[in-house]
């Protein structure tokens, strides 16, 4: 079975800090990766995704997140946060079974950036 | 561009009372999902559709129906709701094809519905 480790449950960091959240998942074979964000008030959306190539992704306002095979890892950057990256952040990935039905979620990184 | 729409927003529900979440989608999607969100355990999928007429459980179907009469509607009925039914829920789609689900499209949620059970 899969599954999906996010260790950072609450961030806080100052404007213009360098952010940084852990993903780590476990699955024996060819993995999708996904990091959603949802911003208070509102519905989750994608930020970015892997699929195969480049292990270096970039994503939406900034983001990016680079796939380490060896870690089984996911993690997310953004050089320098703004206040508006306020929000919490899912890792996600899903196993190559073919199904969006075995998409699994971490728990979510609470990020709050103070001004 | 409407995606996907949840009602109602916000809901109160006495235990043992019962009551329909609506969720449409307008992008021809025909992979639908219900997931539950509560702190620090993340989203969890109540049940799924891969397309009209044909609905599975996910991790957590207990308490829940859906039923899948057309592509663009997935509702999620509690039948007789319990404190622990207290959640945010979120409806999400995404392109598939029928039985083929695409791992690579991502989901589009709605707004999400808070649900209180006292």
């Known amino acids: 079975a899969q599954s999906v480790s996010q260790h950072n449950h609450h961030v806080i960091l100052s404007e213009a800090a360098s952010l940084e959240l852990g993903c780590n998942y476990s699955?024996?074979?060819?993995?999708?990766l996904f990091w959603y964000v949802q911003y208070p008030g509102q519905h989750l959306q994608l930020l970015l995704k892997y699929f195969s190539g480049d292990p270096l992704v970039k994503g939406i306002k900034g983001f990016e997140a680079e796939f380490i095979k060896s870690k089984f890892s996911f993690n997310l950057r953004k050089p320098s946060v703004q206040w508006s990256d306020t929000a919490e952040y899912f890792c996600a990935v899903n196993g190559n079974t073919g199904t969006a039905s075995k998409l699994t979620f971490g728990t979510g990184t609470r990020l709050q950036v103070t001004l | 561009n409407a995606g996907v729409t949840q009602t109602p927003k916000f809901q109160v529900l006495k235990t043992g009372q019962s009551m329909t979440l609506q969720c449409a989608q307008d992008?021809?999607?025909?992979?639908m999902s219900w997931y539950r969100q509560d702190p620090g355990m993340g989203l969890r999928l109540i049940h799924y559709s891969v397309g009209a007429g044909i609905t599975d459980q996910g991790e957590v179907p207990n308490g829940y129906n859906v039923s899948r009469s057309t592509t663009e509607d997935f509702p999620l009925r509690l039948l007789s709701a319990a404190p622990s039914q207290t959640s945010v829920y979120f409806c999400?789609?995404?392109?598939?094809?029928?039985?083929?689900?695409?791992?690579?499209?991502?989901?589009?949620f709605g707004n999400g519905t808070r649900l209180t059970v006292t």
């Open positions: 992008m021809n999607h025909e992979y």
């Open positions: 699955y024996g074979g060819t993995v999708n």
């Open positions: 999400a789609s995404s392109y598939s094809s029928r039985g083929h689900a695409l791992i690579n499209s991502p989901l589009h």
